[in-house]
């Protein structure tokens, strides 16, 4: 049989190498290999995979050298966010100072480094002990010739600094700063007023005074469309495969620090050495009050002595194995209280009655207090719990179940105490006046590769079945719940309830309605989704936004009143010279004054509010102004006290106050022209592709 197929296994594989052949020649493979080795371009420009990851690890890198810990997958995208957005930075900036034309000479880049002030990003390598730039040191790095190699890359560096600055001053000589800018920003930092002012409330205006019809809602709608427009956004259904261990992952977990604990017991080595190879948090001595420990773990402390080695403890960081070094005495009282939270009657606030008919269960009538505490305390952390609130310091509660708290005897509930959360029966549980100095190895309670690729499994399984089949029904059919995000745009940094994923975003906008996904990893499991809902780009329609519309309408109408009242107050004033008569007119008037007001502070009892400020500030003193509209309706304001203008002062910050709102200037015309460039740039941004 072997031989009588052999001519159809010759043809077939024949024309397997003809078809090769071809691809070879023709550009599908061009297509194929860019397809698979680019993650993207910048106006053309291809950003190799290769680059990208190698981005993206120094970035890894970093973070990992700072915080002494692997970098959690859901943090990933994060970082390769800000890996590719430097990636696209740094090409659009040469390509700007090759448009510029922009250079460096070689003598340039000398001077900058054998100059007086050389480079931080070098000089930072040649720093003492006391923090001084070692410049003997660095002279003879520069001159030594086994450095060449090393000289070429810093003179590379030096010279792509020298190119972004020089870009930098060009985009920089456009900032002007005026003598009224700096002018104004004296004013700000340095005259204060005091004011006396009438207040016409918008919110005092009775609804009947604010009419509001169609044609007004009809009319507000047209002239402020532009603030009801949305971009074209997408819903998507989903079903999500949380990351979570699973029973054996905690046992397995368990069981090695069983294993590490036995070890323990007859290893001559430190505990830091297991800690410096088992432990996921890096090694301390600490030296902690029982608060300071986490809740589970707290009594076996206590009741520790010096050496005891305790654990494994199931604690909120995970499983964790200590060991007491030590522990002495201290000033700082902890104690361990329980529970039971009553709540307040409202229509009888100062009534105790249903908290000391627990109290006297409790008590005369000699039922359990942790089970009364299930039974009806209104603490849901503590009431599963018997009550109990574990060990806590000075300062941790508040003041009136502190002082009972502290002051009650071991074991002896007490009276009910009233606080802002309702009425407490406490029993307080334990005293000690002692830190602890312990070392600890700590794993966390993470999903085991077996679990993870289950968990995967499963999900592109219902993602076959759904896609075939129909989402809701295999989600129905196996348990699974459904979910569906709010709306989000293509350029959103996040989903709804899942996080960030780009190729999730891609396919929900690339897709139509009751497409399927393939499995998508986003930080906290695997999701596969449904395309719920298109929404197009436009305009809102009256309809759904009449009611905001139609308060926003029944708002301006109650300004004008309010202004119009004003006026008539502003009338009156004028007449008898008094604010005080604005009462005459509207009863709800507020007469009121505020001392040493500035246009960076806070008014008391207003807010922030630049139109009172500034006009308080052009204001003629002791002068009543006419009408106008502030924040929080209409004011007529009198200027009793002004810091006068100090001509000598301004003289001498002048040159300062210049320079202060030059380099904030500076800091944001950069960014914002980058901004600008990055929008009017071809970005093709692959990432997708490449990460699920």
Do not use: C
């Not at 008391?604 to 509010?609: A, L, S």
């Amino acid at each position: 049989r072997m031989r009588s197929l052999a001519p159809w296994f010759i043809i077939t594989v024949g024309g397997l190498f003809v078809l090769f052949m071809v691809l070879s020649d023709s550009r599908i493979t061009d297509i194929i290999t860019q397809r698979s080795n680019n993650i993207g371009s910048v106006n053309g420009e291809d950003i190799t995979y290769q680059e990208f990851t190698n981005v993206l690890e120094q970035y890894r890198q970093f973070q990992v050298n700072q915080t002494g810990q692997e970098i959690p997958e859901n943090q990933m995208e994060m970082l390769r966010e800000n890996a590719w957005q430097l990636l696209v930075n740094q090409r659009l900036l040469r390509m700007k100072i090759d448009e510029l034309g922009l250079t460096v000479t070689d003598e340039e880049v000398r001077e900058a480094l054998l100059g007086p002030n050389p480079p931080a990003s070098v000089t930072q390598y040649f720093v003492d002990s006391t923090g001084s730039f070692n410049r003997e040191a660095y002279e003879a790095a520069i001159y030594n010739p086994q450095n060449k190699q090393a000289m070429i890359q810093v003179e590379e560096q030096v010279r792509d600094e020298l190119l972004q600055k020089k870009l930098q001053d060009q985009i920089n000589a456009s900032i002007v700063i005026s003598d009224d800018q700096i002018m104004q920003r004296y004013v700000e930092q340095n005259i204060k007023m005091d004011v006396k002012y009438v207040l016409v409330n918008t919110n005092t205006i009775e609804d009947s005074a604010a009419q509001v019809s169609e044609d007004d809602i009809e009319d507000f709608y047209e002239e402020n469309k532009d603030n009801y427009k949305i971009d074209p956004q997408r819903k998507v259904k989903y079903v999500l495969f949380r990351k979570k261990a699973s029973e054996g992952d905690s046992t397995a977990i368990r069981n090695n620090l069983n294993d590490i604990v036995t070890k323990l017991s007859t290893d001559t080595s430190s505990f830091k050495t297991y800690v410096e190879i088992y432990s996921d948090q890096p090694y301390k001595k600490d030296s902690v009050s029982v608060s300071q420990i986490p809740a589970e773990a707290q009594d076996a402390i206590v009741n520790a002595s010096a050496g005891d080695i305790l654990g494994p403890l199931m604690t909120s960081e995970g499983y964790a194995v200590y060991r007491m070094v030590d522990k002495f005495r201290t000033d700082d009282i902890t104690v361990k209280a329980s529970h039971i939270l009553v709540s307040i009657d409202p229509q009888n606030p100062n009534n105790d009655s249903l908290a000391m008919a627990v109290y006297n269960r409790v008590t005369k009538g000699g039922e359990d207090f942790g089970e009364v505490a299930r039974e009806i305390s209104q603490d849901p952390g503590s009431g599963s719990k018997g009550g109990d609130l574990g060990w806590f310091g000075k300062g941790m509660m508040v003041p009136e179940f502190e002082k009972a708290a502290f002051g009650g005897r071991i074991g002896v509930v007490q009276r009910p105490v009233k606080s802002q959360f309702g009425w407490h029966i406490i029993k307080t549980t334990g005293r000690i006046s002692e830190k602890f100095v312990v070392e600890k190895i700590v794993n966390k309670i993470e999903p085991s590769h077996t679990t993870l690729d289950r968990l995967y499994e499963n999900a592109n399984d219902f993602s076959y079945l759904a896609d075939s089949e129909g989402f809701e029904k295999i989600a129905s059919e196996l348990g699974y719940d459904v979910i569906e995000t709010t709306g989000f745009k293509e350029d959103a940094r996040t989903i709804p309830g899942l996080g960030t994923n780009k190729a999730l975003t891609v396919f929900a906008f690339e897709n139509g309605i009751g497409s399927v996904s393939p499995v998508f990893n986003v930080p906290s499991g695997y999701a596969v989704v449904m395309v719920s809902e298109i929404i197009k780009g436009g305009y809102k329609p009256l309809e759904e936004v009449k009611d905001a519309v139609t308060n926003l309408v029944k708002t301006e109408k109650k300004k004008e009143k309010s202004l119009s009242i004003a006026r008539q107050i502003y009338d009156r004033i004028k007449q008898t010279n008094t604010m005080k008569s604005a009462h005459e007119v509207y009863n709800k008037a507020v007469l009121d004054s505020v001392t040493s007001i500035t246009f960076t502070g806070t008014i008391p009892k207003i807010g922030k509010d630049y139109a009172f400020v500034q006009k308080a500030y052009e204001a003629p003193m002791n002068e009543f102004t006419e009408p106008f509209m502030g924040s929080r309706g209409s004011f007529i304001i009198n200027v009793t006290n002004k810091t006068a203008f100090d001509s000598t002062a301004y003289s001498i910050q002048k040159s300062s106050i210049r320079n202060t709102i030059q380099n904030q200037k500076k800091s944001t015309m950069f960014t914002n022209w980058l901004n600008q460039i990055k929008q009017e740039a071809s970005i093709v941004d692959n990432r997708h592709m490449f990460y699920r």
